[in-house]
């Protein structure tokens, strides 16, 4: 399995931006297609975005489409989830994970993700 570590979180007031960055251990990092989950207190945890391993294909849920964008750079390791337009509703502790071996990404992959990290928490003030 690979070892996942987020980073990027923090407080930020509505309408603003932020960066968040998923580092992964493994040296075959560039099989693995990743995910980002959020989960708020008192509610389900939601499947955001995913990339694939390449970079060439990814989702997005509705609620994030035009405003988050998930790339990948895999000479470092790292998925990033760049966040723009933030709502007080996007306050969440945001977590990644990964699946190996070219796994394609859609709606239905939110249940293929094996590795997980422990997550950052993004809080959006009003």
């Known amino acids: 399995q690979v070892q996942l570590v987020e980073s990027g979180g923090g407080l930020v007031q509505a309408g603003g931006s932020l960066r968040l960055s998923c580092a992964a251990s493994?040296?075959?990092?560039?099989?693995?297609?990743v995910g980002w989950f959020r989960q708020a207190p008192g509610k389900e945890r939601e499947y955001v975005a995913a990339v694939n391993w390449s970079g060439g294909s990814t989702y997005y849920v509705d609620s994030v489409k035009g405003r988050f964008t998930i790339s990948r750079d895999n000479a470092k390791n790292t998925v990033y989830l760049q966040m723009t337009g933030l709502a007080p509703e996007d306050t969440a502790v945001y977590t990644c994970?990964?699946?190996?071996?070219?796994?394609?990404?859609?709606?239905?992959?939110?249940?293929?993700?094996?590795?997980w990290g422990r997550g950052t928490q993004v809080t959006v003030s009003s």
């Open positions: 493994a040296r075959t990092f560039s099989m693995y297609s």
């Open positions: 994970a990964a699946v190996c071996c070219y796994s394609p990404v859609s709606e239905r992959s939110r249940f293929d993700f094996a590795s």
